[in-house]
């Protein structure tokens, strides 16, 4: 069933006087107009669709608008929205948890009746994690479960992917499942995958060893990788856990992998933690819902919400911004209806807005730049703002912004967040200007072509921002040759240091 908020443009709400179409609106300041302008009439954005707004970040009065109040797809800059009303509805110190529970009894180091395990949606979990669950148990004197083992996961709905996210993303590790039972493999946080680790033969044409990270049972690894020069390629197979490895290596290489059905490659990775910790299971596996009223025999509990939030926004991590909508309210529509409840408090009329997930995955989110300001500047008024703030990537410093605006009046100044989308491309955040005066911006473009880099422009209008005009503007920064063509098929073959239809933490390129 299809999903729709609809929510009013924050700055009409506010009573601002913002254009929907056509031409720019600035106040007082003729040299800003004339720079944003000029950037904006650049070739690169012909045929585009692009909004930008300039708001003072304390009192909210418009410096320059175009096209701000019109909806568009957002992208990744609609984490700032998830972020900030998950920080609201469920609080700065939320921690999720993970348990081991069983309404058995104990009879010396027997447990006479079935072990759950109960997810409670933490994507942070890891294999040592699991592991140290199996180790408490241990701990507790309990050798063998005179029962199944219950596998957990109804925290969370069925639904693995966010309604309107494109299929042939599935293999890629920025585009796994969402499940109340899952584990990262690596310090990314990287939820619902795999590490593939190919590491070259004795000789040249010799079989690459092919291994996974955390150990399984649950995928299956088809290799025709050798040794030798020709680089690796790693794809698990559409609706499958048969992931294909091809190519050739001299060197040892890692790839990140999605998986079919998270919870089912936890089973796997807790089964053997039990083994590890010499505990016997003599029932089998059942995949149900704990029993209501079982004890807790051991409990893992997460780093809180606020902590979560920079891995989150730094890398643009979409399956931790899923893991707080489902943590919201159970499934894709009922977290973002909870969450909804939150936005009016941040500035955005949920009666002329669409969102469909918390990533910004989705096709189908309808966002302004209005509305993210909109969010920025409230955001200032919370509780919370000051860690949240710090989440954000730094232009030059860190995150998405990493590689971005380096020596320039921007770098370790601007604050923002990234989006990236094939034809879209975003840029949200706060900025200080030469003369101390604190703005919050907004830039997003649709319709924008893959080789016309529309980072540049949004580093561009960030500079002009941070500096005093003139010359700072000229200079296009990491640009590319404009005007290069590629058949559509040809696209997966860029080098991902030209590729800006995805975020650089996606593709290891920042």
Known sequence: MKFRVLGAVVAVAAGLNLTS????????????????????????LKGADVGLVVRDANSG???????????????????????????????????????????????????????????GGDPTMSRLRYQQLADALKASGVTT???????????????????????????????AETSALTLSPDAKFSAGTVVVRVK?????????????????DHVQIVSTATTGNAGITVEREHGTNRIIVAGSTSVETTR????KDPTGLVTSVFQK???????????????????????????????????????????????????????????????????????????????????????????????SPDDLTSVLIKAKTKPWFSGWQASLPVAGVDGTLANRMKNTAAAGNVKAKTGSLSGVSGLSGYVTTAAGRDLVFSVVQNNVL??????????????????????????????????????????AKVPAQERFDVECSWIGTC
Do not use: C
């Open 61 to 119: 009065e418009v410096i320059y608008t175009r096209q701000s109040s019109r909806r568009s797809q957002v992208a990744s800059n609609i984490k700032l929205l998830t972020t900030t009303t998950a920080l609201d509805l469920l609080g700065s110190d939320f921690r999720w948890k993970t348990e081991l529970v069983s309404s058995g009894t104990k009879s010396g180091s027997t447990l006479n009746g079935d072990l759950a395990l109960r997810g």
């Open 450 to 491: 893959l080789f016309n880099n529309p980072k540049n422009i949004e580093d561009r209008i960030a500079v002009r921002l941070a500096s005093d005009g003139g010359s700072s503007i000229a200079p296009q920064v990491q640009s590319v040759p404009q005007q290069r063509k590629a058949p559509a098929q040809d696209r």
């Open 256 to 259: 990140l992998s999605t998986v």
């Open 200 to 216: 070259p033969g004795a000789a040249a044409g010799a079989p690459a060893v092919v291994t996974t990270e955390p150990a399984n």
């Open 21 to 44: 179409s056509g031409g720019a609106v600035a106040v007082g300041n003729e040299a800003l107009t004339a720079d944003l302008d000029a950037i904006l009439a650049d070739n690169a």
């Open 273 to 367: 933690a039990l083994q590890a910790s010499g505990i016997t299971v003599t029932g089998g596996v059942k995949r149900q819902k704990a029993p209501a009223g079982a004890a807790v025999l051991a409990t893992d509990t997460s780093m809180k919400l606020s902590e979560l939030n920079v891995p989150l926004l730094k890398d643009s991590n979409n399956m931790l911004a899923e893991v707080l909508v489902k943590t919201a309210g159970g499934s894709f529509t009922n977290g973002v209806n909870q969450l909804s409840t939150k936005w009016s408090g941040l500035g955005v009329d949920p009666n002329a807005v669409e969102v469909f997930d918390g990533s910004g995955m989705s096709r189908l989110d309808q966002f």
């Open 145 to 175: 479960v005179n029962g199944a083992l219950v596998i957990d996961d109804t925290k969370f709905d069925a639904q693995p992917y966010g309604t309107g996210w494109a299929w042939d993303d599935e293999p890629f590790s920025y585009s």
